[in-house]
């Protein structure tokens, strides 16, 4: 029996794992399900595990809304490097795993609607040449932005999906393929294939006037307004949220000349939930950076050379010893780092496991030619600006922070992350409840006054809000000491805010020429609509309806 066992195997080897296009072990043929629908991909409503998974488990139709999960099982008859290898077959595993992964093809009603190489850096090297089935979510309402498929399905949604799967019934078909990036594309045979009928259900049918509005109520610091709003908008609001158009909000809260409007609370927060704003917090790196300048502690002229020795860290130069606090403050350093590019030397995801960031970032190289003073969004300095911060005001950012932020501000509740050496990280991560975050963004509506006192200077608050450097990629969006700035239009009325934002669709929008501070909180981490759904959000729910 053991030896009719074995000849099966080496049967089923040789017969889908061709000699010619074998580099590496794989994990073979996993069961008899694998073996049955090899080539096939296979949807089900939610993550079943292998020894659970059955074919009944497989949809063939399947009712799409806000609220649906979906996920893809793709069975292959061998691992991703062994596909690679017969593309290029004089490359090597490692190689292979360096350039190449597979292409997905989404297609509506048997139209190509987006197609895209997944980046080689995910999946890792060890399951591009073991896995030999592919199980990912597409859609994971619970646990958004963990998969690089969720990052596929996404991108597929905003580049076309989002317009194909109108109401009603739909063919939805996905291929796989391997490609390699060389000197070219090269793209190899379908290597799995499945499809679904989808009836899509997206658009929420729900009447407004059943839905109640929170009635404010007065917070420490915080008066009530009187001011009238559009509420059948907000109603309107309420209930895409609700119903899952507008996703993973958690709060949302309009401060009008310094008084709560409105204050509503989603997907289970409340006024006393502490939100993981993200990058929001590198604004509070400017804010204490402004407060300890005045305070006589460092100056934003200052450069490096004054904070560390220069020597002790890679790729010395002049230019990295000249790099100052404002530099800093503005993102237009010349220190080779871009978070928008996953293969530049400082991204921030090379930074996080490292045992030292602020020696990570400082041994980084310094570029001028490269960077020539443009903006580049590079996390890593706003770390530097941090330890800066600690190492100058008394006793620590930690302790500084509270005595002049945090308490005059009546804030209590609150998280600060930390580095490896245990300080506070400036590169994002606070927590704070929503209108905590509404009183920081009036502090800056004040010009920088509390109850009539001054905690950051006007002058400080003036050069924050002044457009330093312009985003490059986009039209009219500028940057100033950590903080955004952009123009909403709303009924031809140009609206100016600068703003916080942090991954996931968090914001604190300051008006420049209305008396209005809005928060965004939400947890759509790590996906591809989580600002834009803010700036619809924005454009055409909340502005209308608060400037009636």
């Known amino acids: 029996m053991i030896r009719l066992n074995v000849l099966t195997g080496l049967f089923l080897m040789f017969c889908y794992f061709p000699l010619q296009a074998q580099l590496v072990q794989t994990q073979g043929i996993t069961s008899p399900l694998h073996q049955a629908n090899q080539g096939k991909i296979l949807f089900t409503s939610r993550e079943i595990p292998p020894d659970e998974l059955k074919t009944g488990d497989f949809l063939t139709s399947y009712s799409l809304t806000n609220h649906s999960n979906l996920f893809l099982t793709a069975f292959l008859g061998n691992s991703l490097t062994n596909y690679l290898h017969a593309l290029a077959p004089t490359l090597s595993a490692d190689s292979l795993t360096k350039v190449g992964n597979y292409q997905f093809s989404f297609y509506v009603d048997q139209q190509l609607i987006y197609q895209t ?21 597409l859609i994971d309402n619970q646990h958004e932005g963990r998969w690089w498929s969720q990052s596929a399905w996404n991108r597929f949604m905003n580049q076309g999906g989002d317009q194909a799967l109108t109401e009603g019934k739909h063919l939805f078909t996905l291929e796989i393929r391997p490609y390699l990036k060389l000197s070219h594309v090269l793209v190899g045979p379908t290597l799995a294939r499945g499809e679904i009928h989808l009836d899509v259900k997206r658009k929420p049918t729900f009447n407004p006037d059943t839905i109640k509005l929170t009635t404010p109520k007065p917070y420490p610091g915080l008066n009530v307004s009187s001011d009238s709003f559009d509420r059948p908008a907000i109603q309107a609001l309420k209930g895409n949220i609700e119903a899952g158009v507008f996703k993973h909000i958690t709060s949302i809260v309009v401060l009008k000349k310094g008084r709560i409007l ?3 609370y989603f997907n289970g927060a409340d006024r006393n939930t502490l939100h993981d704003v993200r990058s929001v917090g590198k604004s509070f790196a400017s804010t204490l950076t402004g407060i300890a300048q005045n305070e006589g502690y460092l100056n934003e002229k200052q450069s490096l050379r004054e904070f560390y020795d220069l020597n002790a860290y890679a790729f010395q130069s002049a230019a990295k010893a000249a790099t100052t606090v404002r530099d800093l403050l503005t993102m237009s350093s010349a220190f080779d780092g871009d978070d928008d590019h996953l293969d530049s030397p400082g991204n ?18 310094v570029l001028p030619a490269k960077y020539q003073g443009e903006w580049h969004y590079f996390t890593a300095g706003v770390v530097l600006l941090g330890d800066i911060l600690n190492k100058r005001v008394p006793q620590n950012l930690d302790v500084y922070s509270r005595n002049k932020l945090f308490e005059p501000l009546g804030i209590r509740h609150y998280r600060w992350p930390y580095t490896p050496q245990n300080v506070v990280s400036t590169a994002g991560g606070i927590q704070l409840q929503a209108l905590d975050l509404a009183k920081y963004g009036q502090l800056y509506q004040n010009k920088g006054k509390w109850n009539g006192q001054p905690l950051i200077p006007e002058t400080w608050v003036a050069k924050t809000f002044t457009k330093h450097k312009a985003i490059p990629g986009r039209t009219q969006e500028y940057y100033g000491y950590l903080f955004w700035n952009k123009t909403y239009t709303v009924r031809d009325k140009r609206l100016e805010t600068y703003y916080c934002t942090g991954n996931g669709g968090n914001k604190i929008f300051v008006f420049t020429d209305q008396p209005l501070v809005v928060v965004v909180t939400a947890t759509a981490y790590n996906t591809s609509y989580a600002h834009t759904q803010i700036d619809r959000l924005m454009q055409e729910y909340v502005l209308p309806a608060v400037l009636k």
């Open 262 to 264: 409105l204050e509503e």
């Open 348 to 365: 921030e995801e090379h930074m996080y496991p490292e045992p030292d960031w602020v020696r990570f970032t400082l041994n980084l190289p």
């Open 117 to 137: 190489n997944l980046h080689p850096g995910a999946p890792y090297a060890r399951i591009k040449n073991e896995e030999t089935v592919i199980r990912k979510p």
